[in-house]
């Protein structure tokens, strides 16, 4: 049985800091490119940051310089480090592997507010 596991979310004040993490289990880690989603109320779920297999990163321009994702394949782990957090990184935040298929967790709710 596949699982992504997400933590790390919470309450942050503008400028702050977290670290979201995503457990997998289930999947030859190794072979997925690896991608944080997040979806803020009545928005479309859009790309935050992508690792691809072979590690290749992609980002979306508003995060750019803030967030960085890295993975760790002896833990079947993907992170993302959002550093200088705005209020409008409000969302929840969800992981995804893909190869042959995409897989996704479940979320987790990152909130910027003072």
């Known amino acids: 049985q596949v699982q992504l596991v997400e933590s790390g979310g919470g309450l942050v004040q503008p400028g702050g800091s977290l670290r979201l993490s995503c457990v997998t289990s289930?999947?030859?880690?190794?072979?997925?490119?690896l991608a944080w989603f997040r979806q803020a109320p009545g928005k479309q779920r859009e790309l935050v940051a992508r690792?691809?297999?072979?590690?290749?990163?992609n980002y979306a321009d508003s995060v750019k310089g803030r967030f960085t994702i890295s993975r760790d394949n002896a833990k079947n782990a993907v992170y993302l480090q959002m550093n200088n957090l705005k209020p409008e990184d409000t969302a929840v935040y969800f992981c995804?592997?893909?190869?042959?298929?995409?897989?996704w967790g479940q979320g987790t709710q990152v909130t910027v507010s003072s």
């Open positions: 289930g999947i030859s880690f190794s072979f997925y490119s």
């Open positions: 995804r592997a893909d190869w042959l298929r995409d897989y």
């Open positions: 690792l691809g297999s072979e590690g290749t990163t």
